[in-house]
Every structure is written in structure tokens, then in C-alpha cells.
């Protein structure tokens, strides 16, 4: 059962706040003239380059959306934009109003428990929390287990299914019960440990357990959510935490950036006390 959060307790930490992967930006568009022709979409990528989002790219199939709700409202609007790695991407256009709805979702992918925290991203608030047993368990309790089960492709398939399965329930009950539409969710963001996140990106595993204990990938571009089997989230980015290794994954990652430690010079530790637990 989802739980609704005070958002008194659960802001999002005042140190993350310049941070950001998804920003919504107020724009005020120069009407075009004979004196400026300047299209329509160049004109907003000239202006939220002036703003410092550069460079800035649109998809192909979002153009002729983000042109009629841009002259829908007068060229006065807020831009949503994410951030890809390598530049900003124009992810919608809203109304330029105290009401303009900009959510997203963060996800810990634990060995035992699945957490899901949806987040206003304009106000910086978390709006409800949700926790619900992790599906793979039917198939091992344990890490290792999985990662035997997940050697060939038809066990990895099945793992990655039930995983993306559970999140897509957990996620769409939540905004549900929230009364958000599914187009307010422009980011989701994920942290697990090395081996979770083999099986939520469906790779390979099976090294992992092998001397010298390599991972398939330690890094994970930045992709739309709908790439990942989320259909139901056409303007959200996706961001999975990157690992260090075999046994330190994203999930100490994020907790690191969340408890300050990176940007710390005193000595602090960090226990994560989970199926598995480390010590940063």
C-alpha cells in the first residue's frame, strides 16, 4: 500500500537543489517580425542558450507538439528540459502558471524491497512513497542465486520482466492514487546494486561472480523512459546510477551524493545496512 509523506519532513535536501536533471524554465519568447524571422523552435533554443541550457536538441517526433503548445500560449511558457549527458533535450512545453505540473520519480531498486518516491520537481517536494517486495525473490532470495538463474538469456529476460513489471504497477497505482497524469513525469531515476542493475538494463550478469568479477557495463547513458519498456512515461528521461565495480553500486553512489559525503573533506562513514550491507 502506497503512503502519502508530509512534506514538511520530506523535502528534497536544500544542497541538491542546482543539481538538477530535469529543469522547468520560464521563457519569454520575442515575438517574431519582419525583422526577426527566426523559426519557431530556433527562436526558443536561441533563448535557452542565452539562459545557459546549450546546446540544445529536440526530437524529431516532438517538434510540431512543441510548436503549437508554444504559439498556444502566446510564447509565454515554461520549458521542461532534461539533460542527456552530452546536452539539453526540450522534453515539453507547459503553461506558464503556479499549477504547471513537473513530477518525477525515484526509484531504489533493492535486492529484498523495490522504493519508489514520486516528486514534485518544481517545488521540490515529495508527494508519496510506495515500497513493495521485489518479484525477483521467486527466483533467489539471494543475489547470487539470480545471477546463476540470469546466465542464460531466457532467465534473464524473465528477471528483467517481473522487475519492470513491478515498477510500472507500483509507479502507475501511485499516480493514480495522486491524481497525476503519466505526461507530468519527465525523469526517473534509479539506484541499485551492480547486480540489479544488470538485471533492470538486461545485461548480462554472469560475470560477476566469475574471478575476476567484471561487470558488463559500469555506466548507463541517459535514455528516454519509454526505451526501457516504460511506454507510459513518452516525455520522461531515464537515469540509472552508475556502479564502481562489482561490489559497489549505484545505490552506494546515490547515497553518497544524497548524504554529502562527496562533498565533504572530514571523515564520515556511510552504512548501508540492506540485504547486503557496505560501508563507505
Not at 40 to 53: E, F, M, S, V
Not at 98 to 121: E, H, K, Q, W
Not at 199 to 210: A, V
Request: glycine residues 8%; proline residues 5%; charged residues 20%.
Amino acid at each position: 500500500m502506497g503512503k502519502k509523506v508530509s512534506q514538511k519532513d520530506f523535502d528534497v535536501p536544500v544542497e541538491l537543489e542546482n543539481q538538477a536533471l530535469i529543469e522547468s524554465i520560464a521563457v519569454d519568447l520575442p515575438a517574431p517580425s519582419l525583422n526577426d524571422n527566426t523559426a519557431d523552435l530556433d527562436r526558443l533554443a536561441r533563448t535557452l542558450g542565452q539562459l545557459g541550457y546549450s546546446p540544445v536538441q529536440i526530437a524529431p517526433g516532438k517538434m510540431d507538439e512543441l510548436v503549437r503548445k508554444m504559439r498556444g500560449n502566446d510564447l509565454c511558457f515554461r520549458a521542461v528540459v532534461g539533460y542527456t549527458g552530452t546536452h539539453w533535450e526540450v522534453l515539453d512545453v507547459v503553461a506558464r502558471s503556479p499549477d504547471s505540473s513537473v513530477f518525477g520519480f525515484a526509484l531504489d531498486l533493492g535486492t529484498s524491497s523495490l522504493v519508489f518516491r514520486l516528486i514534485d520537481i518544481a517545488r521540490k517536494k515529495i508527494i508519496r512513497e510506495v515500497s513493495v517486495k521485489n518479484p525477483q525473490v521467486a527466483w533467489g532470495e539471494d543475489i547470487l542465486s539470480r545471477i546463476i538463474f540470469a546466465r542464460g538469456q531466457e532467465g534473464l529476460a524473465v528477471l528483467r520482466d517481473s522487475l519492470v513489471e513491478a515498477c510500472s504497477d507500483a509507479m502507475l497505482k501511485m499516480l493514480e492514487d495522486s491524481g497525476i497524469s503519466a505526461h507530468c513525469i519527465y525523469a526517473v531515476s534509479c539506484a541499485g546494486n551492480t547486480a540489479m542493475s544488470h538485471f533492470f538494463w538486461g545485461l548480462d550478469p554472469s560475470n560477476l561472480c566469475r574471478e575476476p568479477y567484471i561487470p558488463a557495463a559500469n555506466t548507463f547513458p541517459i535514455v528516454r523512459a519509454t526505451e526501457l519498456g516504460f511506454d507510459f512515461f513518452p516525455n520522461a528521461l531515464l537515469y540509472l546510477f552508475p556502479n564502481v565495480g562489482s561490489y559497489v553500486g549505484g545505490d552506494i553512489i546515490s547515497g553518497v551524493i544524497a548524504a554529502g559525503l562527496n562533498r565533504s573533506t572530514g571523515i564520515h562513514m556511510l552504512i548501508d545496512v540492506g540485504t547486503n550491507a557496505e560501508v563507505v
